[in-house]
T-cell receptor, first 111, second 108 residues
Framework: EAGVAQSPRYKIIEKRQSVAFWCNPISGHATLYWYQQILGQGPKLLIQ????????DSQLPKDRFSAERLKGVDSTLKIQPAKLEDSAVYLCASSFYGEQFFGPGTRLTVL | RKEVEQDPGPFNVPEGATVAFNCTYSNSASQSFFWYRQDCRKEPKLLMS?????NEDGRFTAQLNRASQYISLLIRDSKLSDSATYLC?????????WGLGTSLAVNP
């Protein structure tokens, strides 16, 4: 069974630039999550989708971050404009019920 | 008080040692509990779900104490390959709340 796919794996940008990440969840998983993980910390949920509807985006900095899952399958997360403190690993996860399966993440460095 | 708190670590133990991690949670109505393992520069992977009756998988034992609102993970006969960060996650109100993780280093 294919796992959660993410791209790109690495991204280096300058502050105030824009960046987008892509995620394709495991087939059949209705729930999709985007997390931000800063070095030395646990994952912080940015947004949770159930199919193409948003379940929780309370910790998403909506002035600069946006996410969509238009057809209830793959999803994109965008940062515009990026700040230095956005440097982190962005993890996508999906679940059917209970266990979350994570993708390999995108490591973002903002210079 | 944070929703989910873990022992800060790091834990440095010799091979063969037994080590235990605890994770406390604040919401008494939490429904599900998990231990994840995260290797350096890798994504978290599920190690064990934690059931009310406790569960064991080889050298790993997970327990839940609802009265005191904590879960534990016991690793017996530690191996070098157990070196990683161990994250606990607690499901409450359809949300999965994560601890900050506990770093374990098993030394030869």
């Amino acid at each position: 069974e294919a796992g959660v796919a993410q791209s790109p794996r690495y991204k280096i940008i300058e502050k105030r630039q824009s960046v987008a990440f892509w995620c394709n969840p495991i087939s059949g998983h209705a729930t999709l999550y985007w997390y931000q993980q800063i070095l030395g910390q646990g994952p912080k949920l940015l947004i949770q989708f159930q199919n193409n509807g948003v379940v929780d985006d309370s910790q998403l900095p909506k002035d600069r971050f946006s996410a969509e899952r238009l057809k209830g399958v793959d999803s994109t997360l965008k940062i515009q404009p990026a700040k230095l403190e956005d440097s982190a690993v962005y993890l996508c996860a999906s679940s059917f019920y209970g266990e979350q399966f994570f993708g390999p993440g995108t490591r973002l460095t903002v210079l | 008080r944070k929703e989910v708190e873990q022992d800060p670590g790091p834990f440095n133990v010799p091979e063969g040692a037994t080590v235990a991690f605890n994770c406390t949670y604040s919401n008494s109505a939490s429904q599900s509990f998990f231990w994840y393992r995260q290797d350096c520069r890798k994504e978290p992977k599920l190690l064990m779900s934690v059931y009310s009756s406790g569960n064991e998988d080889g050298r790993f034992t997970a327990q839940l104490n609802r009265a005191s609102q904590y879960i534990s993970l016991l690793i017996r006969d530690s191996k070098l390959s157990d070196s990683a960060t161990y994250l606990c996650a607690v499901r409450s109100d359809r949300k999965l709340i994560w601890g900050l993780g506990t770093s374990l280093a098993v030394n030869p």
